[in-house]
Structures are given as structure tokens and as C-alpha cells.
């Protein structure tokens, strides 16, 4: 039997997709706050934009993230979301932050990871570790 | 590569030395279907190879389309940067670099890149520092790339490519002034092309544009470097030759009649022959007071021309 709405499960469910979209947004918030004073906010969003635009065949909620140089818009990506598995939504972004890193490393090799992975990696692990408890 | 690219590249190159120590600086271009490197003059060409295949991989990195660096149409312009001269040892390497996207409004039309024999040369200030340096550059050259399509649609005729008539009606004062106050000749020739209406009627508009621009393009062939072309009208045409005496006119102008009349030219699926018509004014000849009565001599001479047509007439005082 499917769980309705309002059900226990259901409400499981919202539950854990809110903190996947939690912890990533406050990750990618990280990352655009480290990345943007190196690179500025325009180069920044070209590349966000790129990424979610490579990415959406597979992860097709990653293009509603609205990206301006103003920063990203979540409103929508939460609506979309409210469908979706964690696990989905874990993976899509983690596969995003995945094509970032290697974007930023084709570019500068060592210079934005150098300063991103003191801030953000101690992040991504945090954000496992509540995602997946062991 | 547009003068004016060469120019900020050039600029920003000669800046970019006094502030970090780098062995290149590369802008990569896209422009149409050519592919641009620009780096200094001192790279040995080992590194030059390799700053290519680096920012080849970017490229394709960033999304665009895949770039086979061995077959690629680059052409590679190697200035001189100054003040600073760079030395590169001629075998080193490439270890490490920067390379930013150069872009707008969400357009991504070339990189730029330091490089460096050195490993790890560069830090997060360099990278601010750069990046603040490439959107500055891209918005420059996003300037000049709009500012040089206003021009072009400004003074060339979209259907031909000759200058318009704007452009005739600025370069005949330029010459004119020349002309009047220098004592020089100047000569006009106004050309039409004869039954054209009937070009239109029997083929359509479609073909009887590709006529335009065949005969235009038969036009620029037969002038001197330093006369212009111009469309002045539906089926008119109009040549200005600086320096050109009445006989050096009428060269021209039978130069043409001649390789019109021997045409054969491609309609549809039919071939046509076609004549034109051409009148010359010159000055000092004509005695014409203003540049304005100099085009109104050559349009009195081509009006006597399409009487008999497929013949070239010089201004005739006496017959108007």
C-alpha cells in the first residue's frame, strides 16, 4: 500500500529530502562564497550554469536551480523536490559539486581547491554522515 | 583576429607582466570557424604546443565543442610584449597556469591564460587579481565586437557588400573637398543596370538579389585600390575615382560595360546576358561648383546613356 499524504512515511520522506536541500544548499552557499571572491560572482555563475545544464538529462531537478550572479534561487528546486528520493537528490548534487571541482581544477589547477577543501570537505563529510548514519 | 583584439590583447598583456610573474599569457578567440591563439613573442614553440592543447582542454571543459588540436585552424599571432621581456628557457614546460573563461551575458567566446614553467606559480591573490583582469577584457571585447557590427551595418549595404549610399554621400565630400581645394581630378560614375524590372518580373526578387551581388562583386573587381564602390539605389550603382581624368574614367567605365555585356549570369536555372549603362562627370572637366552638381552631371550622363543603353556616356553640357 502507498503511503498517502500526511502519512508517517510521507512526512519520513519530506524530512529527509528538506535536509538533503539543507546541507547542500548551505554547502553550495559555502562554495559560492569562497569561489566568487576568487573568481567573481559572473565567472562563477557561467560555470554553475554550465555544470546544471550538463547535468539535467540526468538529474533534470539540478536545472531548476535558478543561478543569477545575485547567487542561486532554491524556491523552485524545493517544489521539485518534494517528489523526489533523498538518495536522488543527494546524488544529483552531489554529482554537481563533483563537475565544480573539476571545472575549477581544469581552470586553475590547485588555487580554488587549495581554498575550497579546508572549508568544504570537512562539509561534504558532515553532510554523509547525517545522510547516511552508520 | 581584429585589430582591435589584437590591441586589448596586446594591452592587457604588457599590464598583466607588471603584475605577476608569469613565462605567457595566452587569449584564446573563436571567430567564425578560426580558432585564435595569441601569446607572446618570446615562447619557444614546444610551449606554445602546450599552452594549445592546455586551452584546447579547457575549452572543451567549459562545454564547447570538442577541439582536435592537431587538425584545428589556429592561427597563432606572437607580438612582442613590452616592457618586460619574457625568457623562456626553449625546453621547458608548461607546469602550471590560470585559465578563465571570457565571457557575456552568458556567452563564452574565448579564455585567457597565464602560464608558467614553474610549478605551482600562482596563488588565490593571482587568481583575484586575474579574474578581475578577464571580465574587464571581456567586456571590452564585447564592446569592440558590437561596436564594429554598428559600423559595418552603418556604412556597408546589406545586400551586396558594397558601401551604401550614406557612405558614398560622406567619402564624395571627403574626395570632393580634396578635389576642389587641391586642384586634383575626380571623376563619378553612375551605373544601371538595364531591363533589371524584368530580371525581377520573370525570375523573382530572390534571384534578382544574387544578380545584385554578382554585378557588385564584378564591380569591385574592376576599379583601382583607391576608388569606392557604392550601391546608390535599387539597381544603381555609383563609382568615385580620385585622380581619374575623363579618359581614365572611360576606361574603367567601357571595363565594365564590356564584362557585363560578356556576362553570361546565373538565374535560377537559366543562364541571361545583361547590359548596363554608365554616365561620368569629372571634375575639373565639368565645371561642376559642388559635389552635388558632380552627381547630378553623372546622372545626366547615365539618363543620355539609357536612351540607346548598354553604353557609357560622358556629362554633356549641351544636351541639358
Redesign the interface.
Known sequence: MNAGPGSKEDKKIKLSIDLVLDLYSSLLIEIWEIVS????E??LS??L??TT??LKDKYPFLASLKITEEGIAWNKVREECRTLSPIEAHRGFQSLINHLF??FS???????S??LFPKVFPKVKEAERILFPK | MSFEIKEIAESAGTNLSNLFDFSSFAVFWKEGPTLYLYQDESCPPSFTQEVKKNIAQVWSVLGEEQIDVDRMDLQIEKPKLKPRAFNIDSQATLKSHLTLPLAIEGEIFGCISINSEQSNAFDAQDLQFFSVIGSQMATTLKHFQRFSSVKTMAIYDTLTGLFNRRYFEERLGVEAQKAFYGGASLSLVMIDIDHFKKVNDTFGHTEGDKVLREISSLLKTSVRKKDTVARYGGEEFILILPEAGIEESLMIAERIRRLVENGPFEVGRARINLTVSLGISNFPTHRAKSKEELVKMADQALYDAKRGRNRVCIYNPVSH
Do not use: D, F, T, Y
Request: overall charge neutral; cysteine-free; hydrophobic content about 55%.
Open positions: 571572491s576568487l573568481i567573481g559572473a565567472i557561467l560555470l550554469n554550465l545544464q550538463k573539476h571545472l581544469a581552470l586553475a589547477e590547485g588555487v580554488i587549495r581554498e
